[in-house]
Structures are given as C-alpha cells and as structure tokens.
C-alpha cells in the first residue's frame, strides 16, 4: 500500500485514543475547500456549477486553520475547486502541517509546476493529483486537450524536487479495466508514491449523468480492475479493506462523520457530496444536530450508489481496528 508510515502512525494513534473514549462517531479525514473556482470544467464533477458570486469566494487562512482545530481530524484534505488558485495556498499548507497535521492536496496539476515553490517537501504533506485514468480517458473527462502531459510533468517536477505525490484517479462507467491497467503501471513507472481510485459520485450538478456507475457495475469493474494488483507491484492510498468493499468482498454502512466537509458556506450536511441538510455554524453543531440515520445506502436516494472513499474509508479503517487479524493486515500494507 502507498499510505506513509508517519500517516499511519498519527491515524493509528488518534484511533486508539477515540476507542479508549468510547466515542462512536468522530472525524478522520477534514475535507476542506477554500474555494469552488477551478481553471476545468470536468463532465463529472458538480462543484464549480455554482454562480459566479459564490466561485469568487474564499476561505482565509484563519478560517481555515480553526476548521481544523474545532474539528480535530488528523488528516486534512485540502480540495475545490482547484486549491493553487487560492493566493494564501502556501501559508495555508503550512499552517496546517505546523500544527500536526498530515495534509493532502488535491490538483488537477496545471498550475503546479509553477506553484512548486510554494511548498517544501515534508513526509506529513503528499500532492494529491487527480488524473482520471490514461491520456485519452483523462483529456476526455476533464474536456480539455493536454491536461494529462501537463499533469505527468508537473509530477515529474515535483518527485525530482523531494515532494510526496499520489495521484487520484476516479472511475465511470465504460472505462475498460485493461485501460486502467495500463495507467497503474504508468503511474508506478513514474514513481507516484501511492494510487488513489474510487468510483465517481453522481453530483447532482454534474453535466454528465450518463457515466457514473451503480452499485452492481462498481464491484464488477473494481474485481476486474484490482485482480491482478497483487502481481504488479501497484501502491493504493487505501486502507486494504477499502478495496475489499470496492470488490463486493465485504459490506459497510457509510460514516459520513468520519470526512467533514468545510467550506465558504460552513460545515456542510451531511457529507462531502452533497447538501440537503444545509449547512451548520460550528463543527459540534454539525455532529450533535444532524439526523446522521436519514443517509447512507438503503436510507436515501441521493446514497444508493455512492460507494466514496470519503463515506466508506472511514468505515473501513474503523474495522482495521475491529479485530487481531484486520489489525495485522493493515499494519502489513503500510510495509
């Protein structure tokens, strides 16, 4: 597995603390957007189809900073939007890894290159790329020609420079497993430090409802797709029973908790994805006010086929801790 030792000590640490305390919900994962404006405009994805008023605001650094404090989570995942639009991205960065933070941020890689000296190489912060599968996948999804080589450079630019990159690959229906195939060797053959990949989620603003997949394609095609995986040395950013619910091997009840989203409107409810509950004031407002029964799969429309990294990893990591043998197989993917 591709997820850092500095990483899995710091979650496994914080998970220990909150079993000890016998909390049944808290947050692992706080997936912060600064801002919804983004230099793409992807067939897939519903968060930049908002008026222009709402893409010209952004959160400061401060504003930031105490997200990440009231909320307590020990990862940070700084999303969008494109986040190097932001012009305090740097001194947000910093700020967060200056206060234990592991931080990952999410790009689509065409201004990172120019923005590399923003940052400084740490083994708390990755560069998380999102490139959706091979050039001709990936050029087609993001509807631009280019932004693939673009992207690979930037990555090329970033390792020589003693950056940690991962890269996020989200999947639709009609990607052909063998294409995928390819892009993992391409992607280990370039030296990314950990492969991230989840099918995409059905955001209700998204121009293309066409592609995205339901329950029954996701298992079939991540069988096919994680078969070999073992055979070609891929890395995945995943905790290994993440991929076996991703197969159909295992089922889990989403924990929409265990991955906050804050933005420029609040804590959004009840997830990531989307926003029927609106939105709460503080962090406390959000975990204690939210009817968190009304959602997952099986309790609402909106759940029936999202099988996200940012509901269900949270699940699978809590059942790492679950029992002896899940404990040792976890601590064996980070070796």
Not at 172 to 183: K, Q
Not at 263 to 288: D, N, V
Not at 299 to 310: A, L, V, W
Request: net charge positive; glycine share 10%; proline share 6%.
């Amino acid at each position: 597995m591709g997820i850092p030792l500095k990483q899995a000590v710091t979650v496994g640490k914080y998970m220990m603390a909150q079993r000890l305390r016998r909390r049944k919900r808290y947050p692992l994962v706080l997936m912060l957007e600064p801002l919804y404006r983004c230099n793409l405009a992807c067939a897939g994805c519903g968060k930049i189809q908002h008026p222009e008023e709402t893409l010209q605001r952004t959160l400061t650094p401060e504003q930031c900073f105490a997200a990440a404090e009231e909320c307590g989570a020990p990862v940070v995942s700084i999303a969008g939007g494109e986040p190097l639009i932001h012009p305090k991205m740097g001194e947000i960065v910093e700020g967060l890894l200056g206060r234990g933070k592991i931080v990952y941020l999410c790009t689509n890689g065409i201004l990172l290159q120019k923005k590399l000296d923003l940052f400084r190489p740490d083994d708390g912060f990755s560069l998380n790329v999102h490139l959706d599968g091979d050039e001709r996948h990936h050029d087609a999804s993001v509807q631009r020609p280019g932004v693939y080589r673009t992207a690979i450079e930037a990555i090329r630019a970033a390792k020589a420079r003693g950056f940690r990159v991962t890269v996020n690959c989200t999947v639709f229906n009609g990607h052909p497993p063998e294409d995928l195939h390819r892009f993992f060797d391409e992607m280990t053959a370039l030296g990314v430090d950990g492969i991230m990949t989840s099918p995409g989620y059905a955001y209700e603003r998204a121009p293309d409802q066409a592609h995205f997949l339901v329950r029954d394609q996701t298992r079939a095609l991540f069988r096919a797709l994680l078969a070999p995986a073992a055979a070609r040395g891929w890395k995945f950013n995943h905790s290994p029973l993440y991929l076996d619910f991703l197969q159909g091997k295992v089922d889990y009840r989403c924990t929409p908790w265990g991955s906050p989203n804050y933005g420029i409107f609040g804590w959004q409810r009840p997830c990531y994805l989307f926003s029927e509950g609106g939105y709460a004031k503080t962090f406390r407002e959000l975990m204690e006010t939210t009817d968190w029964d009304k959602y997952g799969y099986g309790n609402h429309p909106r759940c029936e086929s999202c099988m996200m990294h940012c509901g269900y990893e949270p699940s699978a990591v809590d059942d790492s801790m679950a029992s002896v043998g899940n404990v040792v197989r976890s601590i064996r993917s980070v070796f």
